[in-house]
């Protein structure tokens, strides 16, 4: 059963940089897409975006200009990377794999990490 | 930017029937995704392609997507099946996009 499990700070400074990694265990990294998500405290879910195995991108456009996702497929990882913080940036942060096939779900969830934007 | 418009809450007792809707005015010609997501959790996709269902999650669990609407029905509402619940699409200058979500209550 593949599993993901988010890890990085859980609490970044406003202006600096989100950083969090995503884990994959029970499965290869390698032939899937994968994603971030996150949700606001009391609030909806957001996709960020998805980065294939081979480190191709694409970004939901209201965050494209701070975002950066890569891949690390010998350590079954994938990253996030989310510039210029502010407390609008505080949310759980989920990573999920996306399901083969064009426009498919997301069939596998991280729990979740909380990141608090905040001095 | 692409919306998907859902009701904030649905209530229904049990062993009844709810329907979950979400409207936007061409989701009947996409496919749409819907996820569970009880407090504290992550979400757990339950009808994914308007009606397929995942391994795993009951026959209760049903959609359909049409026009302006798809719609998200649970039959024989327990009290398990209370949570919030989203609807998804892919739209092409948007990427990926959910709706507001729906709390589902159980009375």
């Known amino acids: 059963q593949v599993q993901l499990r988010e890890s990085g700070p859980g609490l970044v400074k406003p202006s600096e940089t989100l950083s969090l990694t995503c884990t994959v265990s029970g499965g290869s990294i390698s032939g899937f897409y994968w994603s971030w998500i996150r949700q606001s405290p009391g609030k909806g879910l957001e996709w960020i975006g998805y980065v294939y195995y081979t480190g191709n991108t694409n970004y939901n456009p209201s965050l494209r200009s701070r975002v950066t996702m890569s891949v690390d497929t010998p350590k079954n990882q994938f990253s996030l990377k989310l510039r210029s913080v502010t407390a609008a940036d505080t949310a759980v942060y989920f990573c999920?794999?996306?399901?083969?096939?064009?426009?498919?779900?997301?069939?596998?969830w991280g729990q979740g990490t909380l990141v608090t934007v905040s001095s | 930017s692409y919306v998907l418009t859902q009701p904030p809450s649905v209530s229904v007792a049990p062993g009844q029937t709810a329907r979950i809707t979400c409207g936007e005015n061409s989701i009947g010609s996409k496919s749409v995704h819907w996820y569970q997501q009880r407090p504290g959790q992550a979400p757990v996709l339950v009808v994914y392609d308007d009606g397929d269902r995942p391994s795993g999650i009951p026959e209760r669990f049903s959609g359909s997507n049409s026009g302006k609407t798809a719609t998200l029905t649970i039959s024989r509402v327990e009290a398990g099946d209370e949570a919030d619940y989203y609807c998804q699409v892919w739209e092409s200058s948007s990427g990926w996009v959910f709706g507001g979500g729906t709390k589902l209550t159980v009375l």
């Open positions: 999920a794999r996306i399901r083969p096939g064009l426009r498919a779900p997301f069939d596998h």
